[in-house]
T-cell receptor, first 117, second 109 residues
Framework: GAVVSQHPSWVICKSGTSVKIECRSL??????MFWYRQFPKQSLMLMATSNEGSKATYEQGVEKDKFLINHASLTLSTLTVTSAHPEDSSFYIC?????????????FGEGSWLTVV | DAKTTQPTSMDCAEGRAANLPCNHSTISGNEYVYWYRQIHSQGPQYIIH???NNETNEMASLIITEDRKSSTLILPHATLRDTAVYYC??????????FGPGTRLSVLP
């Protein structure tokens, strides 16, 4: 099946610093990628929709200046958590929708654990 | 997206079939039923999806009632590795996936 890779798998950063998480579709191209956040024992919450070559669309309540999303190519989207605080510690998951071949299904990355200390 | 309701948790004996129900009584004619699962600390894994007809693949079978107001995901021979949270999602083509709390399936030895 289609593969979506996230890097890093886990990261620990100091409060006040920024951290970048990459999401790559390895064997397909995706004009649209999605970023989710999941707190322990909770379900996935959509943060934003990332569109290649244009600005991301953020869900209500998600600060676009804090969670910077860049989708510079058809296989890469990045999420940068700026000025991270302990409450930003979470499991961040991306997904991607293939342009062709599997267009009605999206595929998820393995997730990235962020711990802010 | 139409809302779905699933049991909070279920147990299944290893080697037996696991039948996971999902209610989606407000589903519209063009909305698909998707199933994903999430094993602890991993990203969601696609299982199967369907519109009206029953579907089967190497992982599972999806049974959709004739009125489409409910569906059942069947894992024919559950193994310990099938222990996960299973999400039933209803969506239109091209729409975002909205995750509910899902069903926590525990496969017991």
């Amino acid at each position: 099946g289609a593969v979506v890779s996230q890097h890093p798998s886990w990261v620990i950063c100091k409060s006040g610093t920024s951290v970048k998480i990459e999401c790559r579709s390895l064997d397909f191209q995706a004009t649209t990628m999605f970023w989710y956040r999941q707190f322990p024992k909770q379900s996935l919450m959509l943060m934003a929709t990332s569109n290649e070559g244009s600005k991301a669309t953020y869900e209500q309540g998600v600060e676009k200046d804090k969670f910077l999303i860049n989708h510079a190519s058809l296989t890469l989207s990045t999420l940068t958590v700026t000025s991270a605080h302990p409450e930003d510690s979470s499991f961040y998951i991306c997904s991607a929708r293939p342009i062709t071949g599997g267009g009605n299904t999206i595929y998820f990355g393995e997730g990235s654990w962020l711990t802010v200390v | 997206d139409a809302k779905t309701t699933q049991p909070t948790s279920m147990d299944c004996a290893e080697g037996r079939a696991a039948n996971l129900p999902c209610n989606h009584s407000t589903i519209s004619g063009n909305e698909y039923v998707y199933w994903y699962r999430q094993i602890h600390s991993q990203g969601p894994q696609y299982i199967i999806h369907g519109l009206k007809n029953n579907e089967t693949n190497e992982m599972a079978s999806l049974i959709i009632t004739e009125d489409r107001k409910s569906s059942t995901l069947i894992l024919p021979h559950a193994t310990l590795r099938d222990t996960a949270v299973y999400y039933c999602i209803v969506r239109l083509y091209g729409q975002n996936f909205v995750f509910g709390p899902g069903t926590r399936l525990s496969v017991l030895p």
